[in-house]
Structures are given as structure tokens and as C-alpha cells.
């Protein structure tokens, strides 16, 4: 079975510019998670997406952060303008159901904005 | 607000020995979920171990086993007989209601 595919691994762009992270979850799971770690604390959720629709995005940047699924499969996180304090490992997590304790995470992307 | 606090950034162990992991947690549910993950340097989270707040039998996992609180609102990791692949971040997380909390990490080093 394959895992949680995220690309890409790593990005550098300066500040005020834009940047898109894409994430694969496992087929066939339903919940999609995007989380924030900043270095040297633990993941903290971005949004939380059941198929095509957002459960939960109340600690998502939405000034500068946008987040979609649209065809309830792959999805992409984007930052425009990107600032310094977004430097931060992006995690893709992906779980069968809403109700699965359990939640598969990807590699991360990480980015540096400089 | 859950919060979830894990009061030793950094724990060395020698290979082959036990080490304990602490974690503290503040709720008002009775009903959640705790989780063990680990972080290697490869960044990808790996699930070590769960509990369930209504067990009162604290999980085990091979060489991995917890020790749960509920009224203290601890749950610490041990990891017996240490491994050089064991050496991580070690990250204690909460859920309730479909929402992972996760606390700051401990760093774990294996000296061979």
C-alpha cells in the first residue's frame, strides 16, 4: 500500500512571494490533514478536509493561506504572500474516516522563506 | 483549550537500557484518545502507540508501554531494551473529536 506522497520535499523563496504544496493520501481515505510544524514544536492543524469539504480550518492564516480538494482526492496548500514566521515543515496526513484514530502522515514539504 | 506539555526537550539513554518519556495533558473530556508518535530525521510521522482514556489497562507495544494517569493527567512513554533505531523525536498528542494536540517533543538520543 503506498503511503502519504507530498511534493515537494523542499522549497526556498523569499518573502512576499507565493508557494503551492501538493499531497497524495492513501486511496481510498476520506480525511485529508494539513499541519504547521514549526521548528522545534509539534505539528499544529492547518484544516481538515471529509471528501471535498472542509471539517475544520479555524487555525488556517486565511489572509494568506488557502487550502482546496476538489475532487475529494489530492490536495494543495497555498501561501500568498509567504512571510519569514511561515518557515515551517508542511505535513500531509490522510485517515480512512473521520472516526479513524488513526492518521498516516507524509514526509512534509520544508520550506524556507527568506 | 486541550493542551498537551512534555517537560523534557531533550533524554539520552544507552543502548539497551530504559528510558521513560513524560507527558501531561489538560482536559475537561472523559472521553479521547493519547498518542505516542515518533518523528525520525526523515520527518515522517510514525504512530507508536494509542491508548484509550476509558482503558484502564495501560497499552503495551513490544519493547514500547505506556503509563497512564487519568485523574493526574499523565502519560508517559517507556521504551525498554533501546535500540539505536529508536533515536527521534517523540511527540505526545491528544485527541478528541477528530483533532490531533500535539505537545512540544523530547528529543531521544541512543548512546551505543
Known amino acids: 500500500e503506498a503511503g502519504v506522497a507530498q511534493s515537494p520535499r523542499y522549497k526556498i523563496i523569499e518573502k512576499r512571494q507565493s508557494v503551492a504544496f501538493w499531497c497524495n493520501p492513501i486511496?481510498?481515505?476520506?480525511?485529508l490533514y494539513w499541519y504547521q510544524q514549526i521548528l522545534g514544536q509539534g505539528p499544529k492543524l492547518l484544516i481538515q478536509f471529509q471528501n471535498n469539504g472542509v471539517v475544520d480550518d479555524s487555525q488556517l492564516p486565511k489572509d494568506r493561506f488557502s487550502a482546496e480538494r476538489l475532487k475529494g482526492v489530492d490536495s494543495t496548500l497555498k501561501i500568498q504572500p509567504a512571510k519569514l514566521e511561515d518557515s515551517a515543515v508542511y505535513l500531509c496526513a490522510s485517515s480512512l474516516t473521520l472516526s479513524s484514530y488513526e492518521q498516516y502522515f507524509g514526509p512534509g514539504t520544508r520550506l524556507t522563506v527568506t | 483549550a486541550q493542551t498537551v506539555t512534555q517537560s523534557q526537550p531533550e533524554m539520552s539513554v544507552q543502548e539497551a537500557e530504559t528510558v521513560t518519556l513524560s507527558c501531561t495533558y489538560d482536559?475537561?473530556?472523559?472521553?479521547?484518545?493519547l498518542f505516542w508518535y515518533k518523528q525520525p530525521p526523515s520527518r515522517q510521522m510514525i504512530l507508536v502507540i494509542r491508548q484509550e482514556a476509558y482503558k484502564q489497562q495501560n497499552a503495551t507495544e513490544n519493547r514500547f508501554s505506556v503509563n497512564f494517569q487519568k485523574a493526574a493527567k499523565s502519560f508517559s512513554l517507556k521504551i525498554s531494551d533501546s535500540q539505536l533505531g529508536d533515536a527521534a523525536m517523540y511527540f505526545c498528542?491528544?485527541?478528541?473529536?477528530?483533532?490531533?494536540?500535539f505537545g512540544q517533543g523530547t528529543r531521544l538520543t541512543i548512546n551505543p
Open positions: 486511496s481510498g481515505h476520506a480525511t
Open positions: 498528542a491528544y485527541r478528541r473529536a477528530q483533532k490531533l494536540v
Open positions: 482536559t475537561s473530556e472523559s472521553d479521547y484518545y
